[in-house]
């Protein structure tokens, strides 16, 4: 698989809530050693829903300051994205592109922490 | 839950991986990184990002011309063999273990000469440039 392929999915919640779809993909350096070289590039969490607009302007996770309007603006339409851990994650549909969740709506984290 | 107690570096692949400007080991700009592979281990669950995806026709696929993006890969690997003097990997799939340094560049411990990114200019200096009369330069191979 590809991430462009990950980036097509849409997430769903145990109870049928559509969550959105895939908008980036959070990944940890800690997984086990590569050729004795360095740490595997573990894929944590699913970063779901937003408007592409902020993401394509940096606008998100903090990496743009200002101007403080704009920053305000996408700021609100970060805290709208949420985060699924992988291992919530219940099943993988290839036809309709669908991750379906273990946890309800409701219980899926809505920060995006670093 | 993602783990909270993870010590390792953090990174957004969209917006820290994809579209960074590769560097090889001599510092030698070549290409971006257009995709990455994600290889997920069926019986724990997990997902890793195993290579970096740079060369003719993978950001194709990645904009969603899928066949396009496909063909492209397939064409070029039939006119550019896997170099034989290095370890085996496909020209347009760099293991990701061979990514250092990753900031505003990515730094691989490859020779651009072994990526796909320039196969289509160097098949053309090789095949058209080199064989037109007065020219300047030499084909590579």
């Known amino acids: ?114 | 839950m993602s783990n909270p107690t993870a010590t390792g570096r953090v990174l957004h692949a969209t917006l820290d991986l994809l579209d960074r400007q590769l560097r090889d080991r001599n510092g030698k700009l070549c290409g971006n990184v257009d995709d990455l592979e994600i290889t997920r281990d069926e019986e724990t669950g997990q997902m890793f990002i195993t290579a970096i995806l740079c060369g003719p026709g993978v950001l194709a696929y990645r904009m969603g011309r899928r066949r396009l993006g496909r063909w492209l890969e397939e064409a070029n690997r039939r006119v550019h063999d896997t170099p034989t003097h290095h370890e085996p990997f496909e020209r347009t799939r760099i293991p990701i273990e061979l990514a250092g340094q990753i900031g505003p560049t990515i730094e691989l411990a490859v020779d651009v000469d072994d990526m796909a990114t320039h196969d289509t200019e160097r098949w053309t200096l090789t095949h058209i440039i080199s064989h037109i009369p007065g020219n300047a330069s030499r084909a590579h191979q």
């Open chain 1, 1 to 114: 698989m590809r991430i462009s392929d990950l980036l097509e999915y849409s997430v769903v919640s145990a109870d049928g809530a559509r969550l959105g779809r895939v908008s980036d993909v959070r990944v940890i350096q800690d997984g086990p050693l590569l050729g004795g070289i360095q740490a595997a590039f573990r894929i944590d969490a699913l970063v779901v829903g937003r408007g592409g607009l902020a993401e394509r302007l940096g606008y998100i996770r903090g990496r743009v300051e200002g101007p403080w309007a704009l920053r305000l603006l996408f700021s609100r339409l970060e805290r709208r994205a949420q985060v699924v851990a992988v291992t919530d994650i219940a099943g993988w549909d290839e036809d309709t592109r669908t991750i379906r969740l273990i946890a309800d709506a409701q219980r899926v984290r809505r920060t995006l922490e670093i």
